[in-house]
């Protein structure tokens, strides 16, 4: 295949998404996986360093409230074979701001189960303190048994999360909108703190909250944290390009990638926004070796180590609904009315589809990458599939899912960044302090309301 010259003024944006063991449902299992580092700060501090090493845009952490027991709606299933504990992310963000200089930190924080005051206040004040590096990653659950943690038995159906969700942003951004940049006068003298005619009350009264504001930390070095979303059903993709700067997104094929990335600059610009304030960032598995025969005895020694029961554990989970009902050796059964993620279920009825399978080698199947879109090969093809899907207009950068860590990742910084280089894909050193400027996003400018 032939590879287009890159638009050197255009550079490819690189997220790793990180957990403790990495991101195929055995990676824990793998004989070079950490096991007794999982909750050390110092294991974090030791990926996040190699991301700023690789000059990586951010580190990214996803999250959920509770161990993902949906399937068999009882932890004995899960836990037995699944990686299934991990540490609160914004926690890891704040602890890691303290032991990295560059690197974004991105964490999930549910919009379903919290209160805007809090989350805004959070970030605020880790975007002060990490110098301008923060994201938030906006995401409104998926699981009942998320919900019961929380006073309710079940997660309020999908187009309710999401209203609530609309609602949240807009007092998110009102907040961290009350305090101009410029409010601060300290004038020592004359005995003025700050200029009152630049905090503002914000006086929002919805259908979810009353906030009254303003915030009491005053706008921080990017005048509100990235905002990340990774909603692909029609209602999430709306959500998305008005609220969003970042998309995540499962995105199996070029084609359907492609059509993704077009829709969402397509939705931005009814926003008026432009199609560079958004950067649509699919995830991508790559298992890579020094050859492309190392890489695959990887990935085998993976796939021999992966559980199904561990993959159809996370499946029902983000599908809210449990698998376990139906016989393993069974096919797979048509599923309508699930309250989860909406856009998985379509891919998985695709997938089902083109290939008849049984729940037990889809639970294998999905164990690996979950439907994003796996590479498994030398650096030099890594790199060519990444310049390939760039070049095609299907994404702006990729979210990277190193299948166990922290080799997975580290082989990738020292094997495909060095490539990625070279070709003038991505950078060579930060130009910029704050995720704002390594994204190339704007200062937040209006206030922006749904
Ligand atoms: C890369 C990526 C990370 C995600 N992280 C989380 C997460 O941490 N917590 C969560 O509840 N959902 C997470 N999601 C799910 C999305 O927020 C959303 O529910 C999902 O993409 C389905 O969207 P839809 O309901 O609009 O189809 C993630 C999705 C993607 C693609």
């Known amino acids: 295949m032939s590879h287009a010259s890159p638009d050197r003024t255009r550079r490819l944006h690189l997220g790793v998404f990180l957990d403790g063991a990495g991101h195929y449902s055995s990676a824990w299992r793998h004989p070079a996986s950490p096991t007794d ?78 209160e805007p005051f809090h989350v805004a206040r959070q970030f605020a004040s880790l975007d002060w303190l990490s110098g301008g590096r923060t994201a938030w ?28 969700a609309k609602e949240y942003v807009t007092v998110a951004n009102g907040l961290w909108d009350s305090w101009e940049a410029d409010a601060f006068v300290f004038d020592k003298e004359a005995g003025i703190y700050a200029n009152a005619d630049k905090i503002r009350y914000l006086h929002h009264r919805g259908r979810h909250f009353a906030v009254r504001g303003p915030l009491d930390v005053p706008r921080s070095p990017q005048g509100r944290p990235v905002l990340v979303q990774a909603g692909s059903s029609d209602t999430g993709r709306d959500f998305a390009a008005h609220a969003a700067e970042v998309i995540f997104t499962a995105q199996p094929s070029l084609e359907g990638a492609r059509t993704f990335y077009a829709d969402m600059k397509t939705r931005a610009a009814a926003y008026d926004r432009s199609a560079d304030s958004i950067k649509v960032m699919p995830g991508l598995m790559p298992i890579v070796g020094e050859t492309e025969a190392e890489a695959r005895d990887t990935e085998a020694l993976l796939a021999e180590y992966a559980d199904p029961i561990a993959g159809l554990a996370i499946l029902s989970d983000q599908i809210n609904y449990d698998l376990s009902v139906h016989p393993l050796d069974g096919p797979v059964p048509e599923l309508h009315d699930v309250t989860g993620m909406q856009s998985r279920l379509k891919l998985i009825a695709k997938l089902v589809k083109s290939d008849a399978l049984t729940l037990r080698q889809l639970g294998k199947f999905y164990g690996g990458s979950r439907l994003h879109r796996k590479v498994v090969g030398s650096p030099t093809q890594i790199a060519d599939f990444m310049q390939d899907w760039f070049a095609a207009g299907a994404c702006d950068g990729f979210n990277l899912m190193p299948p166990y860590l922290p080799d997975g990742l580290d082989k990738f910084v020292e094997l495909v960044v060095p490539e ?23 200062w937040p400018a209006g206030r922006p309301r749904f």
């Open 137 to 164: 990653n906006i995401v409104t659950s998926t699981s009942d048994n998320e919900a019961r943690n929380f006073g309710e038995d079940h997660i309020p159906d999908h187009d309710v999360r999401y209203e609530r």
């Open 37 to 114: 580092r999982f909750f050390q700060l110092d294991y974090y501090k030791q990926l996040a360093s190699t991301a700023e090493r690789g000059k990586f845009d951010m580190v990214f952490f996803s999250d959920r409230y509770g161990i993902p027991d949906r399937y068999g709606d009882h932890f004995r299933a899960t836990v037995r074979s699944l990686h299934s504990a991990h540490l609160d992310p914004f926690t890891l963000i704040a602890a890691l701001a303290g032991v990295t200089e560059k690197v974004g930190l991105a964490a999930t924080v549910s919009t379903s189960f919290s």
């Open 420 to 442: 990625l280089q070279n070709r003038g894909l991505i950078r060579t050193e930060y130009e910029g302090c704050t995720l704002r400027e390594h994204l190339g996003l704007p």
